[in-house]
């Protein structure tokens, strides 16, 4: 196979699975926030801050799949 | 008969938004790489059809100062510094005790981001972490929100070399803005916790070699069984210090990658979704692109605070 196809390939594969994680993570933190803002409802601000910064963290790996990929497509 | 409205506005203006909407999307869908997959080639006008982008990590220079190449994301921080000053300059400069419009909302956000610091770390702590805190945040989401202004991308200008480029790009979307952010975070955490703690105590959290010397000590002395449980947490505390130190240093990387595919990767999206769809596709990411510079900065600014936090706080103390 060229190279030229082995890299749209690649790309492709890279940003596929590499959001596999995180998306689960997400959700996961989302389960999380929600389950402890039914049980709490007062304290909504210091949940939903939290999780923000969870879901930022999580997010952080598919956004370096995502730089990967675009590295593979329009630079290497 | 009360007049009979939807939205707020009366059924003649709905009615007229609506249809240039869809004027808008049908034309969009023509003209864009949707219609000529579609269609074929219909032979538009040139100003209605959308070339292919073409997307260019590294930021193009445009002039050479003392022989330093000022690039097009450089242009853009400076602006973002001077919107940011100008704004500063307006509301200060006559300062009121009840406050005008302008000055309510710059003490709305000025307030929440003390809040926020004085939260997360404690009420003397908080207060000797905000200026940078909240000068990262505010950099951040004015690099964010500039770029999303109409007519940002659209000044070209030629360089030195005669290329024809943009004047003005995200500076966030150049990787050296958010390298050099996240620099100055690092050296911000470490500067903290050496002032805290105190250059010996802040480096035993990486060096944790006491109980390690501590068993030696007891093996020599003849207590064997004490002495070699002992060697053994001491081994794992060293490593787990070695961890700790490389996860600091990785922190730059993360910091730097976070908030460069954050930015680059919106800026992508727009681009490609206005070569798909000239008008209307790229509205919902125009609203997820103010949504996404928001949710960064308070990231980049929040895990500055919360990384200087831990610094901070003794050896002993729960880390989170």
């Known amino acids: 196979m060229e190279t030229e196809t082995m890299r749209m390939l690649a790309a492709g594969l890279c940003m596929g699975l590499g959001a ?57 | 008969m009360p007049k009979k409205g939807c939205l707020g506005c009366s059924f003649p203006v709905v009615i007229g938004v609506s249809i240039v909407l869809l004027a808008l999307t049908v034309i969009s869908l023509l003209s864009g790489a949707l219609g000529s ?14 070339p292919k982008p073409t997307i ?15 690039t097009n994301s450089i242009i853009t921080a400076w602006l973002s510094i001077i919107v940011l000053v100008g704004i500063a300059y307006a509301v200060t400069h006559r300062i009121k005790l009840i406050p ?62 005669g ?22 975070s690092f050296v911000f955490v470490e500067y903290h916790g050496i002032r805290s703690l105190g250059g010996w105590h802040y480096m035993k959290k990486f060096v944790n070699v006491g109980q390690f010397f501590r068993s030696l000590g007891q093996l020599f002395r ?47 999206l727009i681009l490609m979704m206005l070569f798909l769809a000239p008008w209307v596709l790229a509205l919902p990411f125009y609203g997820l692109e103010l949504l996404v510079g928001l949710v960064q900065a308070i990231v980049f600014g929040g895990l500055t605070l919360v990384f200087a936090t831990v610094a901070v706080t003794p050896h002993g103390g729960e880390i989170a």
């Not at chain 1, 304290?43 to 590295?71: D, H, K, Q, S």
């Open chain 2, 222 to 268: 003849g207590k064997l069984k004490a002495g070699l449980s002992g060697l053994f947490t001491g081994a794992i505390d060293i490593f787990v210090g070695m961890l700790e130190a490389l996860s600091e240093i990785v922190r730059i990387v993360s910091f730097t990658f976070r908030l460069f595919g954050n930015m680059t990767g919106g800026e992508i």
């Open chain 1, 20 to 76: 596999i994680g995180p998306g689960i993570g997400v959700g996961l933190v989302g389960l999380g926030a929600l389950q402890a803002l039914g049980r709490n409802p007062e304290a909504r601000g210091p949940i939903m801050t939290n999780m923000i910064l969870a879901i930022a963290f999580a997010e952080a790996v598919a956004i370096y799949a995502l730089v990967v990929a675009v590295v593979l497509i329009f630079v290497a």
């Open chain 2, 37 to 50: 997959s579609f269609f074929g080639d219909l032979g538009l006008p040139s100003w209605l059809t959308v």
């Open chain 2, 100 to 161: 005008s419009r302008l000055q309510s909302l710059l003490e709305f956000a000025i307030e929440w981001m003390l809040n926020l610091c004085v939260d997360v770390a404690g009420e003397k702590n908080g207060r000797r972490f905000f200026p940078i805190v909240t000068t990262i945040f505010l950099f951040v989401i004015m690099n964010a929100w500039l770029s999303l202004l109409p007519g940002f991308g659209s000044i070209l200008i030629t360089n030195a070399e």
């Open chain 2, 56 to 70: 260019q990590l590294p930021a193009e220079t445009v002039f050479h100062l003392f022989g330093f190449p000022i």
């Open chain 2, 163 to 184: 290329e024809t480029v943009h004047l003005l790009r995200g500076a966030n979307t150049d990787i050296n803005m958010p390298l050099a952010l996240a620099l100055i």
